[in-house]
């Protein structure tokens, strides 16, 4: 049968998005009834249970009328979708009314009835039609609209620009932290968790997954929309809500049941394509698997935890910073059966005993040296180095070589004076020292000698050609004064792109020259970013990982390295600020 081959590879979310981009253009069209069907179609399509290509090569058309709401009309467009990746009606109606949709969408406060409505008086097709429109003060114009919905759209699309719609993780788990402390506060809840990219600490966030766990999902769903965070409710079942909080972040939740927790939280915690592979897996071995459990025949033989569900799959627990499917799953397998290479034994979230980039105000910090390292010692650490900024940065006041000089006779008071507090963190001298245009650096070497620790940084020239910044970003780590080379590629997330860097060269170069290459985990960095960490790991190039405070209460950036670390497979060993002091500083140059 010709169903069973060549299918396109859409995905139950791709499908739904084609259906809900059709209840927009039958809107706009004056369609009746067909935009509230395709509409609900859409939402039970993003909803169902099973991948639905699956679903059509086992049951073919008839089975995809099983799909709540999906009738004749429907089904057979979906099956164009599955074997054509397209159907006629879509491509007709795209062609008339050339709109981008989902783009439009996306802004906060547009639905289907604006799209239609700027379609029809001003021909606003796109995201920066949009955009001059509302400049232009034409949209308060029109029916419905004022100069405040005006302004508001405004935001909404510089929002979407300033983001590109994906929030920086350190925003999303702050805000998703504060959401899972008020929901375990309900009464009838039992457990909650966060899944998704979230868990899997992705450097950005599409959506926050939270799973609930409870016998009384009516009353939680209820609970949950009276929320004085809940702004906007796009959609609410019994067992499922999505909606976007006051903070701007567009929330899925899931209400579960105490027995399919494990599979629940397998599910959404993801990669989709993790689960893919683990489905294929789970096929083989005669198993059914999806977000309620995993199943052989009907009887269910696990699901309350992952743990039980990866054992029956023969497989080692994988950390969800894993879950990408880039080898982690051969590696689980292998570690099972008791064959080597195992998955890696990743550095864990209280391993760190330094910090080695920390700011003062002595250049652009808030806290003093002292403040710093009575904080540090809070946090848990051993040692921190203080690397202010130096001066060619002149926007941050930074240190010449009297300056520092000064600041290294202050350090020694200091550490006496902790010494004989009995406090145990010790303050490293260092510095952030600019790398010049040339390569060269911006502090003379006869001081840079008598510093603990040199970090090196670009924060200048960001647009040099891939050979020249490559070239630059190498002479510098051939100073032999420098130990670690800061925020290596400078990206900025959502804001700035990374230098060009040729990352294999650098990376060969840093082991060459027993430079540090920095995880730096400030949370609009995030530099190294996770695979380029897997390249050093695999390379045995060192790394460290530094919060870049520049306050006291910023050393709570660290697990967001620390996750990163974890993403690019880094154990214990890779991360130089996990050794003690003497062993930290014995490897340096
Ligand atoms: P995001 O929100 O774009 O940062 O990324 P995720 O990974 O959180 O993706 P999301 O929110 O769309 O879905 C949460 C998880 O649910 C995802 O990681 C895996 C699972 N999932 C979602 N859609 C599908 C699907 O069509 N097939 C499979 N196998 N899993 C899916
Ligand atoms: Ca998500
Ligand atoms: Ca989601
Ligand atoms: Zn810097």
């Known amino acids: 049968m ?29 369609v009746e009834f067909k935009p509230r069907a395709y509409e609900k179609a859409a939402e039970s399509v993003a909803a169902f249970h099973e991948d639905i290509g699956i679903l059509y090569k086992r049951e073919g058309i008839v089975g995809l009328q099983k799909i709540p709401g999906v009738g004749k009309g429907i089904a057979f467009h979906i099956e164009q979708l599955l074997t054509k990746g397209s159907f006629e009606e879509y491509r007709e109606l795209k062609a008339k009314t050339p709109v981008q949709i989902e783009e439009l969408m996306a802004v906060e406060g547009v639905g289907p009835q604006t799209i ?16 001059k429109a509302a400049r232009a003060g034409k949209i308060q114009k029109l029916p419905g609209f004022g100069k405040k919905s005006q302004e508001k759209i405004l935001r909404g699309i510089e929002f979407l620009q300033q983001t590109g719609g994906r929030k920086p993780l350190g925003i999303a788990l702050h805000h998703a932290r504060e959401l899972e402390i008020a929901v375990v506060k309900f009464k009838e809840v039992r457990k909650v968790a966060i899944a998704g990219s979230l868990r899997r600490r992705k450097e950005t966030i599409g959506d926050v997954d939270l799973l609930i766990c409870t016998d009384k999902p009516e009353k939680v769903t209820e609970q949950f929309l009276a929320l004085p965070s809940v702004r906007h409710v796009f959609g609410k079942g019994t067992t499922k809500i999505n909606v976007r909080l006051r903070n701007g972040l567009e929330v899925d939740v899931r209400v579960i049941p105490e027995e399919s927790w494990g599979a629940a939280l397998n599910y959404f915690t993801g990669s989709k394509a993790h689960n893919v592979a683990l489905r294929k897996i789970a096929i083989k071995k005669g198993y059914k698997m999806n977000e309620y459990g995993l199943f052989k025949g009907k009887k269910m033989v696990a699901g309350k935890t992952e743990k039980e569900i990866y054992e029956k799959l023969e497989m080692s627990y994988m950390e969800p910073e894993l879950r990408e499917d880039t080898g982690e799953i051969d590696a689980a397998i292998r570690e099972f059966h008791g064959e080597k290479p195992w998955l890696p034994k990743l550095i864990g979230y209280s391993d760190l005993k330094g910090d080695l980039q920390v700011q003062t105000d002595w250049t652009d910090g808030k806290n003093s040296i002292e403040e710093m390292a009575l904080a540090a010692e809070q946090m848990g650490l051993e040692y921190i180095a203080i690397t202010d900024h130096t001066k060619s940065l002149a926007m941050t006041n930074g240190t010449d070589e009297e300056k520092l000089l000064r600041q290294m006779k202050e350090i020694d008071t200091l550490n006496a004076k902790l010494r004989l507090q009995g406090k145990k963190v010790c303050i490293l001298k260092g510095a952030e020292v600019n790398i010049l245009k040339d390569g060269s650096l911006d502090i003379a070497d006869e001081v840079l000698s008598q510093l603990d620790v040199v ?60 430079t540090i290459l920095e995880i730096n985990a400030s949370p609009e960095r995030l530099d190294l970013k996770d695979n380029f960490i897997r390249r050093c790991v695999e390379r045995g190039a060192r790394m460290v990982i530094d919060s870049d405070a520049h306050a006291m209460e910023q050393y709570a950036f660290l697990p967001l390295g620390i996750a990163q670390a974890r993403r690019g497979w880094a154990e214990k060993k890779d991360i130089l600020n996990t050794f003690s002091l003497k062993e930290f500083l014995s490897q340096l140059k």
């Open 116 to 131: 239609s409505m700027l379609w029809e008086r001003l021909k606003i097709k796109n995201l920066n039609d949009l955009e």
């Open 455 to 514: 970090g090196a940084a670009v924060h200048t020239h960001f647009n040099l050609s891939l050979s020249e910044q490559t070239a630059r970003v190498v002479a510098a780590m051939k100073n032999p004064h420098v130990d670690i080379l800061f925020h290596p590629t400078g990206r900025l997330i959502n804001k700035r792109k990374p230098i060009e860097l040729d990352m294999e060269v650098v990376i060969a170069k840093a082991k060459e020259t027993k």
């Open 2 to 30: 010709t169903r069973q081959a060549n299918l396109k590879q859409l995905d139950n979310a791709q499908i739904a998005n084609i259906l809900s981009e059709m209840a927009v253009l039958y809107a706009m069209h004056h």
